[in-house]
């Protein structure tokens, strides 16, 4: 008797079915050609060193009187934003009549080791809001933070208020301590200043690496198991590879700016605390008095929830809202869920604050 009820001819036909799904699959992908990417048109407005502003083509008759910086994370690239058609948040944006900026920060060379916290916020971010600010004639713009860029939007909000009408962050680490933050235990002992001095500019595929082992059976390994199953489809073989060009698309990181990021974010938990030193100057999140919008993903495993939600007290706005996305990461910009729910809360609460 088996108890398991497994008979021989059903293992057969699994194989050969898997056997017939992979022969299938290896047709799909060679029929898929280039890998397509960052669907919004849009033009390069100023270039400094590796990064790019770009501007995006207006999708609508009538746009928000107020421009909207978005500053994207080191990690990464920012097309995560504007993955594809249908699947863009940048794109939800200028539907609804959003006025839309972002920064590329681009591929760091060797020469960038020495770049700081300083040269990023106080420099790149200050130097693209200007360069908005002479073109629209206004005095401030509204600024968008995705991840680490959330954290850089706190940061320099806190130094340049005057130039920030209403501030949005998304998916931001604030408190850096929260119990579920698991990264913040992976590098809380970590010896960045040896590492940093050994290799100058952190590789990306070393922080890749990092990331994708928080969650190893989804990220590594089920997930590959489960393509077999839509590899006769063209169009979800093409959304699966998008998703994994974005992932391996991995700048390194400026070795300064990513040894002061690791001890004063991570390892003393500054940002909270008051005492994260960009420059001359120290950040203190309590001086934010403008509106703020705080966005998070419940079922975010890179940024907690807690680690997030902690920003309404530490600031001194009476002006917040925060909004809970039923996703994760990542999900909070790609998933259909997210294009429903994003850019339109988004852009109405930038209408009704301008």
């Given at each position: ?47 400094e ?21 978005i ?16 699947r ?15 920064i ?25 809001v ?24 706190l ?5 340049h ?6 501030l949005?962050?998304t ?53 590959y ?5 839509i590899?006769d489809d063209?169009?979800k ?5 998008r ?13 300064e ?13 500054g ?9 001359d100057?120290?950040v ?9 919008l ?52 988004v852009?109405e ?6």
């Open positions: 008797m088996n108890p398991f009820n497994i008979k021989p001819e059903n293992i057969v036909n699994e194989i050969h079915e898997f056997n017939s799904k992979l022969a299938q699959g290896f047709n799909t992908l060679s029929e898929l050609g280039e890998i397509e990417v960052g669907v919004s048109e849009k033009k390069a407005v100023y270039k060193d590796s990064l790019v502003l770009y501007h995006f083509k207006s999708r609508t008759k009538t746009q928000n009187s107020i421009p909207l910086l500053v994207y994370a080191l990690v990464n690239r920012p097309y995560m934003a504007d993955l594809q058609d249908g863009s948040m940048i794109q939800g944006l200028l539907d609804e009549g959003v006025d839309v900026y972002l590329d920060w681009g591929y760091p060379v060797s020469a960038d080791r020495y770049l700081t916290l300083d040269d990023y916020i106080n420099g790149y971010i200050n130097n693209c200007d360069v908005i600010c002479e073109k629209h004639k206004r005095k401030n713009i509204n600024l968008l933070g995705i991840c680490q860029g959330g954290a850089f939007s940061c320099y909000t806190a130094l208020q005057e130039k920030v009408k209403n949005i962050t998916v931001t680490p604030v408190d850096f301590h929260t119990k579920g933050d698991l990264l913040s235990h992976m590098v809380k002992d970590l010896d960045i200043d040896q590492i940093v001095d050994t290799m100058g500019n952190i590789p990306g595929e070393i922080l890749n690496a990092t990331f994708l082992s928080l969650k190893p059976y989804t990220l590594m390994g089920q997930k198991v489960d393509l077999v199953n590899l063209k169009q073989t093409m959304n699966f590879m998703m994994e060009k974005w992932i391996f698309d991995s700048p390194d990181l400026a070795g700016a990513y040894r002061e990021f690791i001890k004063q974010f991570y390892q003393q938990n940002l909270v605390k008051g005492t994260v030193e960009i420059g100057d120290v203190d999140l309590g001086k934010i008095t403008i509106p703020i705080n966005i998070y993903a419940r079922d975010d495993h890179l940024v907690p929830p807690d680690a997030s939600r902690a920003l309404e007290g530490c600031v001194s706005s009476k002006d917040y809202q925060a909004l809970e996305f039923p996703g994760g990461h990542i999900g909070i910009y790609v998933s259909g869920k997210a294009q429903k729910m994003i850019p339109p809360s852009a609460w930038l209408s009704d604050r301008s």
